[in-house]
């Protein structure tokens, strides 16, 4: 009887779980929790929280799992709409940290409403082009534009750039897959071209100076380009093999900022050379295939590109992070996934894995 029970209790705990994609997390997580150990060795505590992180996160993502994508989509559009009052809220009350207005204060902590449209901007978009999936037109390609444009500026006026850049991939990955027009891409493409010495002009110094430092890390060696000099000469001296788990130098000398947060991957390269960085390299490259087999066996137009976007989200995480700690990328401040130090972003993005779980392990379900 008892063996029945747990047997029983044990299918209901992962019934709904994808197996390859928690295994290719999990060992993601391990890599990340014994990186950020080794990068806060004098702080363990950062560990332990850490610790604590992902098992909310890894809660979130099974209590997610369990929601068919069709309960999944009634939430659609109350939380577009609560994530952009929030992002209006932030400018006549939010907390100013080092030059940005982020965050909302409630009291006993802070929340930072942008980190909601991450989620919100697919789901929304998903939902608006599964409504009118049988009759698409340009208009409402259009329409879906004009609903990424709005969270899209008012996360890069707090200025935060690299959140700003992850919402409106997410939302353009939901376009991109729902049937936007190659010669639409193209004439966008073009536009950006032609409007980049305008952009130029509405950047904050700061930003500017990132991207000239880019070009010249050693204009401002101590300065803007401080952040690139010292995390590519970790990721050089990691070599082939690297120097071993809490054996890098440029770590525990703290020459590398923010090491246990957006520049972990140049504390992993430092420790485990060229050989960890492709092993690393193929996890996410795994977890962006299985992503869209997931998104190619979804049953409906809002699965696929909900599945899509989430999947190319997690690759733009990667490519954009890892470029920026490489110095072929300017410095905007995101991180890793599922490696990076963190609460709130973690738990972001176990929440897109649990509705990648939801999509795959419900994707029998007729649509609606």
């Keep these: 009887m008892l063996q029945q029970y747990l047997r029983r209790f044990w ?44 098992f909310v996160g890894v809660c979130v ?77 340009f208009r409402h390609f259009a329409v ?36 936007l027009p190659w010669k639409v891409i193209v004439g966008m493409i073009a536009a950006g071209a032609g409007a980049a010495p305008f952009v130029w002009t509405m950047l904050h110094d700061y930003q500017r100076k990132r991207i000239l430092t880019l070009i010249d890390p050693t204009t401002d060696p101590l300065g803007s380009g401080y952040h690139i000099i010292q995390s590519t000469i970790a990721i050089g001296s990691g070599g082939t093999t690297g120097k071993g788990w809490l054996g890098g130098t440029q770590t525990h000398l703290e020459f590398i900022p923010e090491r246990h947060t957006d520049f972990i991957f140049a504390v992993f390269s430092e420790e485990h050379g ?35 976007s989430i999947t190319l989200s997690f690759f733009t995480y990667a490519f954009v992070n890892m470029g920026m700690v490489s110095g072929i990328l300017p410095v905007v401040g995101v991180p890793l996934p599922f490696m990076s130090y963190g609460g709130t972003a973690l738990v972001t993005l176990f929440l897109a894995l649990g509705i990648l779980m939801s999509i795959q392990t419900h994707r029998m379900l007729v649509k609606q």
């Design 11 to 54: 299918v209901r705990l992962v019934v709904h779980i994808d197996g390859p994609l928690l295994l290719i997390t999990g060992a993601l997580m391990l890599a990340g929790l014994a990186t950020i150990y080794s990068a806060t060795y004098d702080a363990n505590n950062r560990a332990l929280s850490q610790l604590l992180n992902m």
């Design 61 to 137: 993502m099974w209590c997610v799992a369990q929601l068919p994508p069709q309960k999944l989509m009634r939430y659609a559009v109350p939380l577009y709409v609560l994530g952009v009052i929030l992002l209006v809220l932030v400018f006549f009350f939010g907390i100013k940290i080092n030059g940005a207005r982020r965050w909302l204060p409630l009291g006993f902590t802070r929340v930072q409403p942008s980190e909601i449209l991450k989620i919100a901007m697919p789901l929304m978009l998903a939902w608006y082009f599964h409504k009118y999936e049988a009759a698409l037109k």
């Design 144 to 179: 879906a534009g004009l609903l990424l444009i709005v969270p899209f500026g008012l996360i890069a006026k707090q200025p935060d750039l690299g959140t700003a850049i992850l919402v409106g991939a997410a939302g353009f990955y939901v376009i991109f897959f729902a049937g």
């Design 274 to 308: 060229l050989l960890g960085n492709s092993i690393l390299v193929a996890l996410y490259t795994l977890l962006i295939v299985r992503g869209m087999m997931i998104a190619a066996n979804a049953s409906t137009l809002f699965a696929r590109v909900l599945a899509g």
